[in-house]
């Protein structure tokens, strides 16, 4: 909705008396599928950087730019579409996606899948969007694999 013209300046009028403790646990419980895997510490310093960001003169507006941004890049058509740029990666390529994510839809995964040229996917029913924080290990060991397995892969081109 942010991406809407004029969505921002009344989200932030309808928002106004939030606090940064609530600005900051509506955007956790909007990227994480599980927000109470968030340490206190990790609280603490996302709410100080939203109160930080609270007080730039240019965050309403670089918050809309993006949103647009964002939509723009999925939705603008050609060669600039970022599904035709992703057919165009030869690079081995990990995919991750969270079974609770409320801002890029699991089902967005076989597509996904069939752009990129060398893709690994990686499903974590129990994940929100920012898969790599709520599951570390797991997302740590599936990139280790895609590294050794373009590794022998590498090898054995490099031995042919």
Known sequence: MLAVP???ALFGRL??????QRRTSEVLALCYGDP????E???AAAVAEYEHRLT?????DALARSARGLVGAYTMGGQQSLWRQAERVLAPTLLI????DLLVSPR?????SAAFRDSR????????????MEYPQAVAGAFRELLAETDRTFETLRGA
């Open 121 to 132: 996917l990686l499903t974590l029913p129990d994940a929100g969007h920012v898969a790599m």
């Open 41 to 43: 510490e990790g609280y």
């Open 97 to 100: 996606y969270g079974g609770r």
């Open 6 to 8: 004029g969505a921002t």
């Open 108 to 112: 967005r995964a076989g597509r996904a």
């Open 36 to 39: 109470s895997r968030v340490t």
């Open 15 to 20: 928002t106004r008396h939030w606090t940064a």
């Open 56 to 60: 730039q003169p240019h965050f309403w």
